[in-house]
């Protein structure tokens, strides 16, 4: 039996991110029918519910906000908490490992727990389809190696990670595997966009999850149509509508990242299971 939770850090907001995640791992429960797959959900910032430590496999959500606005809070303490008793699991038992993987909001409260970068608010809110580029090391990577580079994704936020600190990525033996495309007009410094912690434990700034139905979902909101004209224009916004249909760009990612993260825990959990 492999048992995989996600962590909702959503705060009850409604959303697509959710609907996406358990669609990617009921594609992967129907691919691995030999194989007993249990998923369940827990809703951590809403309901301060965390899963314990016998699950196998963790993903954590995207989520609105602030990854500062839980400080002193219990869901945030028990959150960290989680993080701490993976990562300490996994230096002690290297034969069958836990495996989590962060998205977005989850991607800026791993970099406050690791500490690999500077997470602070973004220079202006981001949404749309946007391109991303992959470093010699998220070439290599196993679940980044099969898009292309540079790639499309999912991108909503208004915080990011930046300025990487370089002696703890090199003490955790942390590796940088893709970057933000910063618009020429925009003067700033790319955001990290994705890294790995270990093996077993890796993160995106971007929504791998998102797939066209849940982007159009956005798109069609008055606000965020707003948002993305008053910045790129009305030209950029029906572009990256257009872009949406592309098998190529954000179907691609959909398919790509979150599903090889889970084939890679699974096929690794099943060879310590066959021993």
Same mark, same amino acid.
């Given at each position: 039996?492999?048992?995989?939770?996600?962590?909702?850090?959503?705060?009850?907001?409604?959303?697509?991110?959710?609907?996406?995640?358990?669609?990617? +791992?009921?594609?992967?429960? /129907?691919? /691995?029918?030999?194989?007993?797959? =249990?998923?369940?959900?827990?809703? @951590?910032?809403?309901?301060?519910? +965390?899963?314990?430590?016998?699950?196998?496999?963790?993903?954590? !959500?995207?989520?609105?906000?602030?990854?500062?606005?839980?400080?002193?809070?219990?869901?945030?303490?028990?959150?960290?908490?989680? =993080?701490?008793? =993976?990562?300490?699991?996994?230096?002690?038992?290297?034969?069958?490992?836990?495996?989590?993987?962060?998205?977005?909001? !989850?991607?800026?409260?791993?970099? &406050?727990?690791?500490?690999?970068?500077?997470?602070?608010? &973004?220079?202006? $809110?981001?949404?749309?389809?946007?391109?991303?580029?992959?470093?010699?090391?998220?070439?290599?990577?196993?679940?980044?190696?099969?898009?292309?580079?540079?790639?499309?994704?999912?991108?909503? &936020?208004?915080?990011?990670?930046?300025?990487?600190?370089? $002696?703890?990525?090199?003490?955790?033996?942390?590796?940088?595997?893709?970057?933000?495309?910063?618009?020429?007009?925009?003067?700033?410094?790319?955001?990290?966009?994705?890294?790995?912690? !270990?093996?077993?434990? +890796?993160?995106?700034?971007?929504?791998?999850?998102?797939?066209?139905? !849940?982007?159009?979902?956005?798109?069609?909101?008055?606000?965020?149509? #707003?948002? +993305?004209?008053?910045?790129?224009?009305?030209?950029?916004?029906?572009?990256?509508?257009?872009?949406?249909?592309?098998?190529?760009?954000?179907? #691609? @990612?959909?398919?790509?990242? =979150?599903?090889?993260?889970?084939?890679?825990?699974?096929?690794?959990?099943?060879?310590?299971?066959?021993?």
């Amino acid at each position: 039996m492999i048992k995989i939770a996600t962590v909702d850090l959503y705060n009850n907001e409604r959303n697509e991110g959710m609907r996406c995640i358990k669609e990617i +791992v009921s594609e992967v429960q /129907n691919r /691995n029918k030999e194989q007993k797959i =249990i998923y369940q959900v827990f809703d @951590t910032r809403f309901k301060d519910e +965390v899963p314990e430590i016998e699950n196998d496999i963790f993903i954590s !959500s995207g989520g609105p906000g602030s990854p500062f606005e839980g400080e002193g809070m219990k869901w945030e303490k028990d959150y960290f908490n989680l =993080i701490q008793k =993976i990562w300490d699991y996994n230096q002690k038992n290297p034969e069958r490992k836990k495996y989590l993987f962060f998205i977005c909001h !989850s991607f800026q409260m791993m970099g &406050r727990f690791f500490k690999f970068g500077t997470v602070s608010q &973004r220079h202006s $809110k981001s949404f749309g389809v946007m391109p991303f580029t992959l470093t010699k090391q998220g070439k290599a990577d196993n679940i980044f190696k099969e898009l292309s580079n540079p790639f499309y994704a999912a991108d909503i &936020r208004q915080f990011q990670v930046v300025e990487p600190n370089e $002696k703890i990525i090199k003490e955790l033996g942390a590796k940088i595997l893709s970057y933000e495309i910063v618009d020429d007009d925009e003067k700033a410094e790319p955001a990290l966009a994705a890294v790995r912690i !270990s093996e077993e434990i +890796v993160g995106t700034q971007f929504h791998p999850e998102a797939d066209p139905e !849940s982007m159009l979902y956005h798109f069609k909101k008055d606000e965020r149509k #707003k948002q +993305v004209v008053d910045k790129y224009g009305e030209e950029r916004y029906f572009e990256m509508i257009k872009i949406l249909e592309q098998p190529d760009t954000i179907q #691609k @990612t959909r398919k790509t990242v =979150i599903p090889s993260f889970l084939n890679y825990a699974i096929e690794q959990l099943n060879r310590v299971m066959v021993r």
